[in-house]
């Protein structure tokens, strides 16, 4: 006869597109296999936020972050891993110019910078955009400056390569995923 909140929150699990049913899947095993962290600090990770889908629908998804800052050898490098695309890769290289701007004493010629999108090879198509941009820059400076990252917190955003904040896609359907994924920043 009278319909409450918490019936509107089980029609709202039950009538999930196939699309959100994989991706709650996709987030239930990451949290379970503790991919995805959403308590406490750590040094050099964070939670990264993007999307995926097709041109009709989109869903978010957390994307964990990690890097590693050493020793390295002559020039330093920056390596990027996990299945990454064309445009994802050019977004490393602005950040990186970004970092060696900033840092540059701190790392020229002293220091391999490593980067790492966890367990994107399962996403199928792996990390395309340059959505990850800050939380790449995030990971990179945690790690080089020893600085821990809060994992109850997520980001996306873009960076030009003069470190500038670009336009955000997709913001319902991450902050979508980093509710259901339990992150509270």
């Known amino acids: 006869k009278i319909v409450e909140p918490k019936h509107i929150q089980k029609a709202k699990t039950l009538a999930r ?6 991706v709650d899947k996709y987030i239930e095993n990451k949290k379970k296999y503790e991919v995805i962290v959403t308590h406490g600090s750590m040094i050099g990770r964070v939670n990264g936020l993007a999307v995926m889908g097709s041109e009709s629908y989109f869903s978010g998804l957390v ?3 990690e890097s ?16 990454l695309g064309e445009i994802a890769k050019e977004a490393i290289k602005n950040v990186s ?15 391999d910078i490593f980067i790492q999108f966890l367990q994107t090879a399962s996403e199928g198509g792996g990390v395309e955009g340059d959505s990850a941009s800050i ?16 994992q109850d917190t997520a980001m996306t955003g873009s960076l030009s390569v003069r470190g500038e904040v670009l336009a955000v896609g997709g913001v319902t359907q991450k902050v979508e995923a980093a509710y259901t994924a339990g ?3």
């Open 17 to 22: 597109t196939l699309e959100q049913q994989i």
């Open 63 to 65: 994307l964990p972050i």
């Open 68 to 83: 590693e800052v050493a020793p390295g050898g002559k020039k330093n490098e920056f390596i990027a891993t996990g299945k």
């Open 97 to 111: 110019a970004i970092i060696l701007k900033y840092f540059g004493e701190d790392i020229n010629e002293k220091y």
């Open 135 to 150: 939380a790449v820059a995030t990971a990179i400076i945690s790690a080089l400056k020893e600085i821990p990252v809060r």
């Open 183 to 185: 992150i509270k920043r």
